[in-house]
Structure formats: structure tokens, C-alpha cells
């Protein structure tokens, strides 16, 4: 569970952000001011890959926590907009209310600076936290409990080295029951699995680090698993996609027409390394988990999670829906005014810059919800070393109306070898509602644009 479109209002800095140092707080003659978000993500990203010297006590175990920090992609749930990194305060929108993240810094009144290494093992193993309170399950300790106890421990050991910030974030805003933490108990009892990490005796290292990584640290079911009612995955369609707030997290077994099935391995680690290849690029919360945890990853470690992700089963295909051809038109007619210069007029695009969209994977979701949400607000691809440039997609919300975009997206998705189902265009709406834009309307006439509004 992650923020929606908050976080690419972020200017992230790419590159640069490996090699910068910069304070948290800047001055300008005497007159201090809070930060930009953009300095706090190139903040973020340097206080992850700082150089950890040799003379440092317990320096290979210092480093160990600090990659398995990015691994794990805790700064992303750790860092709030204005906010310190690892300090919390982020909120996360469930079905259940809001959670807000807590702070993780060596502070120890409102950190973790005061914490045991059994009391951070007991949080990332069954969710129970320093006073022996239930966790929500949004913190994914049914991942972490696979995580070893050689790496929990390095990683609280490197969490405590990192910069106390004393912030407590606010109150959870979650309905009754569920604001009284021992009804959580019950949910451990259904949901919890009581496994440990075991490696498969038939796959080879890589494939078992890829699952360690995928399964484990790198929680990936947490977004790309659907969930029940009670917000438990599905394991029986484990990373088959999910509605994930105001996004959709998008397929990853082997299914051709929603999943990976059309992507090599090579083609999946180019993607987690530098957010894009020549099949897509990461918007959304993935370009954040880009920038803050795959692109900081070791070669080798994105290998591994593209040969574990590449044995998935294919998904079910969806059946193809009939598609109206009124909205076809008018959809194509929209595509060419707002959306060929740089997609093309074939929709090849430009790969690694703006996305083919012929045959494309998250254009053909079961769920339209990702490619509403891009076409509302934009996007950002996630930044890494070697891809700096924090390409964008603007947004189309004061421009297009609900069933405009309702109908070029159901022209998107029905185009080029693309099969999916229609978009509603109270669909459209409802997300615009959710994402607070604006609204454009129309003259009952003519269809020309009287007026946006907020």
C-alpha cells in the first residue's frame, strides 16, 4: 500500500542524487526555509548510497542493512512529503481508513534507536512491535517474516546508524473495530502463514535469490497480489495484479497479453534498473520503488528477481469484450489531437522515452484504473544512474472530459493488437473525484469547453 500521485509531484534529480550530500534544511543569508521535495528525495537517495568507511565499527554489517534497506524499499513508505527520511508520517489509504507510517530513524523516543535486536526481529517476523502491540498488516511482516535473522538484524543495525529525527506521525484513521490493535490478532490467525524461508532444492541460486527477494524483502505481493475483503492476498493469484488505491498494480506472471510473458529476462531487469525499456516505463508508486530501491540494486540481484518472475504461470486471459465503434472513432480522433506527438501515429512511440503502446501489457489490464489515473493526473518515470531524466506525461484532466477519456482509452486498449475491455466514463469520473481534479465542462450544444474547474 503506497501513495498515489502525491510523489510525482517530486522533482527527482537522478544521478546527481548518488553523489549529493546536501543538508536537509537550507539557508538563504540568515532566513532558514524548509526544503523542496525534490532536495529531500536527492537527500533520500544520497543517504542511501553513502560510502560507509572501513574504520567504521561493524562496517560490513552496516553495509549489508543499508542495501537491504533498498531492497526492501523502505524509504518509500518511510518518507513523507516535506518530511525527513525514514521519519514516517506518510499516510496510506486502505479500505479500512488511513495508516500512517512510523517513524524508523535512530531517534529513541520516537524512533527506533532504543530497540532490541529481538524486538526489531519480533516486528519483521510476526508483526508485534516494541511494546508488544499488535502491527497492521500494512506494514508487510507476512513478507518479512521470510526475511533471515541475519538480515533483520543488520538492517535494524544500519536503521540505527541513520540521521534520530523526533517526529511522531499522527493517529491512525482506521473504522471500528480495526482501531483497536488486538482485533489484528484474529487477522494473524487466518492470514499469518507460519513458514520460514526455505530455498527450492530444484531451481538454481539465482532463481532462489530472485524468490527470497520477490517473496521476502521486496514484498511484491503487497501491490501485485489481489487482496480479500479482509485485505489478505490471494495467494492462490499471487501477482496476477491489483487496485491498489487510486492505481492498479499490474500483472507479472507470464500471462502475454497482461503480464511478462512478452518480456525477456534482459527486459525486466532494464526496467527495474532504469525504469523503462523498450516495452514500458515505470509511472506511478513503481517509478518511486525505482528510484529508491531497484536502480540501487546490484546487477545481479535484478537478474535473479527476472528469472524467479519469469517462471510465473500465466494469469487467466481475460475474455475479449466487444468494443463500441463510436467510441473507437472518437477515440482516434482524440489520440491524434493529444497524443501522437509523442506516442506516434501508429502508436510504435519511442522506446525507452515515451512507451509503445501496440501490445501493451498495461494498457490491456483487466483493470482499466492505471491508465485512467495517467491519463487524469500524468506521471513520472523513476530516475536511476543511468536514465537521470525524470521523463514525464502531462496531465490531460483540464483538458479532456470524462467520456473523452473514457473513449480514447477504450481506444488505447482495443488498438494495435491491444484486447481489453471498454472504459466507463463514470469510471473516469469517480477516479477524478478521488484524485481531486479538475472538471471540464461542456456546453450542451456545441461540446466546446465553457469552463474548468477544481
Known amino acids: 500500500m503506497r501513495r498515489s500521485m502525491a510523489f510525482w509531484r517530486r522533482v527527482l534529480g537522478g544521478a546527481l542524487a548518488l553523489g549529493v550530500s546536501g543538508a536537509a534544511y537550507i539557508a538563504v543569508g540568515q532566513t532558514p526555509r524548509l526544503p523542496t521535495q525534490d532536495q529531500l528525495s536527492l537527500t533520500a537517495v544520497a543517504l542511501l548510497t553513502a560510502p560507509i568507511a572501513d574504520a567504521t565499527p561493524n562496517a560490513e554489517v552496516l553495509r549489508r542493512g543499508q542495501y537491504l534497506i533498498a531492497a526492501g524499499d523502505c524509504m518509500s513508505c518511510h518518507l513523507r ?74 538492517i535494524l543495525a544500519y536503521l540505527q546508524t541513520t540521521p534520530a529525527v523526533r517526529y511522531t506521525p499522527p493517529q491512525n484513521e482506521l473504522r471500528f473495530p480495526l482501531n483497536f490493535r488486538f482485533m489484528v490478532k484474529f487477522w494473524n490467525l487466518f492470514f499469518l502463514s507460519s513458514r520460514e524461508w526455505q530455498s527450492d532444492a530444484g531451481q538454481s541460486a539465482e532463481w532462489n535469490r530472485g524468490a527470497y527477494l520477490v517473496e521476502g524483502l521486496g514484498h511484491c505481493g503487497g501491490c501485485h497480489s489481489p487482496k480479500n475483503w479482509l485485505g489478505a492476498d490471494k495467494t492462490s493469484h499471487a501477482l496476477e495484479g491489483a487496485r491498489l488505491g487510486n492505481w492498479f498494480a499490474p500483472d507479472l506472471t507470464g500471462n502475454e497479453r497482461t503480464g511478462l510473458g512478452a518480456w525477456s529476462s534482459a527486459d525486466i531487469a532494464e526496467y527495474l534498473a532504469n525504469g523503462r525499456n523498450t516495452h514500458a516505463g515505470a509511472a506511478g508508486d513503481m517509478g518511486e520503488v525505482v528510484t529508491y530501491s531497484m536502480a540501487l540494486m546490484s546487477a545481479p ?31 482516434a480522433a482524440i489520440y491524434s489531437d493529444v497524443c501522437a506527438s509523442c506516442h506516434l501515429a501508429d502508436g510504435v512511440g519511442q522506446p525507452r522515452f515515451f512507451p509503445p503502446l501496440g501490445k501493451n501489457a498495461m494498457l490491456q489490464q483487466a483493470d482499466p484504473t492505471g491508465l485512467e489515473h495517467l491519463i487524469l493526473a500524468g506521471g513520472r518515470i523513476g530516475t536511476s544512474p543511468a536514465r537521470p531524466s525524470p521523463l514525464a506525461m502531462p496531465s490531460f484532466a483540464w483538458k479532456l472530459s470524462d467520456a473523452e477519456i473514457a473513449d480514447v482509452a477504450t481506444y488505447l486498449r482495443h488498438s494495435w493488437g491491444n484486447q481489453a475491455s471498454a472504459v466507463a466514463s463514470d469510471d473516469v469520473h469517480s477516479l477524478r473525484t478521488a484524485l481531486d481534479l479538475e472538471t471540464v465542462h461542456l456546453t450542451a450544444n456545441s461540446g466546446d469547453r465553457i469552463e474548468a474547474e477544481h
Request: proline share 10%; glycine share 12%.
Open 81 to 154: 512529503e516535506g518530511g525527513r527520511p525514514f521519519a514516517g508520517g506518510l499516510a496510506l489509504p486502505t479500505p479500512f481508513g488511513v495508516i500512517y507510517t512510523p517513524n524508523i530513524t535512530s531517534d529513541r523516543d520516537t524512533g527506533i534507536g532504543a530497540w532490541s535486536t529481538d524486538q526489531f526481529y519480533h516486528a519483521m517476523h510476526d508483526g508485534i512491535g516494541s511494546q508488544g502491540e499488535n502491527l497492521y498488516p500494512a506494514f508487510p511482516y507476512p513478507s518479512f517474516r521470510l526475511v533471515s535473522r541475519a538480515d533483520d538484524d543488520a
Open 301 to 331: 540481484d535484478r537478474q535473479a528477481i527476472a528469472a524467479f518472475l519469469k517462471t510465473r504461470t500465466a494469469s487467466p486471459t481475460p475474455a475479449e469484450a466487444p468494443v463500441d465503434a463510436g467510441a473507437m472513432r472518437r477515440g
